[in-house]
């Protein structure tokens, strides 16, 4: 499994924001925050083995985050292709990197990282095709048809 291998390829970790909820904004929690670091990127706001909690808006602006990845608890990626349309409307968000340069996720987090369990793989394998799309191909969101991860940005 390619997975495995994913720390010793990668690179200087990039800035990501890995979001539960965005109404109010929500960081990651429990297990997310290791998932984007073995993924080879760090989630600034991120409580790595605690609660999620609310975290304010300037928070998300003052982190910069290169990628976003919306990792909406109990959402599909059509549920979230609502609220990143809210996202949007949000003050500033134009002037954060990531949506500068669209590299905005949305992932089913219904079926992969709300959950723990066997599916957490899924979902580290999902985020290294986001990362590091030249290096794990088969991961890396498809446009059309991909129920498990979109791009939007």
Same mark, same amino acid.
């Given at each position: 499994?390619? /997975?495995?291998?994913?720390? /010793? ?33 760090? &989630?600034?706001?991120g =409580?790595?083995?605690q609660?999620?909690?609310?975290? &304010? ?6 982190? =910069?985050? #290169? ?7 109990g959402?599909? +990626? @059509?549920?979230? $292709? ?6 949007? =409307?949000?003050?500033?968000? @134009? /002037?954060?990197?990531?949506? $500068? ?5 949305? +992932? ?10 066997? $599916?957490?793989? @899924?979902?580290? #394998? ?7 799309? #030249?290096?794990?191909? #088969? ?8 129920? $498990? +991860?979109? =791009?939007?940005?």
């Amino acid at each position: 499994m390619k /997975s495995c291998r994913i720390v /010793s390829l990668l690179p200087a970790a990039t800035e990501i924001a890995a979001a539960l909820g965005l109404d109010p904004p929500f960081c990651s929690g429990h297990w997310g925050p290791e998932l984007v670091e073995i993924a080879g990127a760090q &989630d600034p706001l991120g =409580r790595k083995y605690q609660p999620s909690v609310q975290i &304010d808006w300037n928070a998300v602006l003052d982190a =910069r985050p #290169e990628v976003i990845v919306l990792a909406l608890c109990g959402y599909n +990626v @059509d549920l979230a $292709r609502r609220d990143y349309e809210l996202l949007r =409307r949000f003050p500033g968000f @134009d /002037s954060i990197p990531a949506s $500068r340069s669209g590299e905005i996720y949305l +992932v089913d987090a219904r079926a992969y990282f709300a959950r723990p369990g066997p $599916r957490i793989v @899924d979902s580290l #394998e999902m985020l290294a095709g986001i990362l590091h799309p #030249e290096k794990f191909p #088969e991961f890396t969101p498809c446009e059309l048809g991909d129920t $498990r +991860v979109v =791009r939007v940005g």
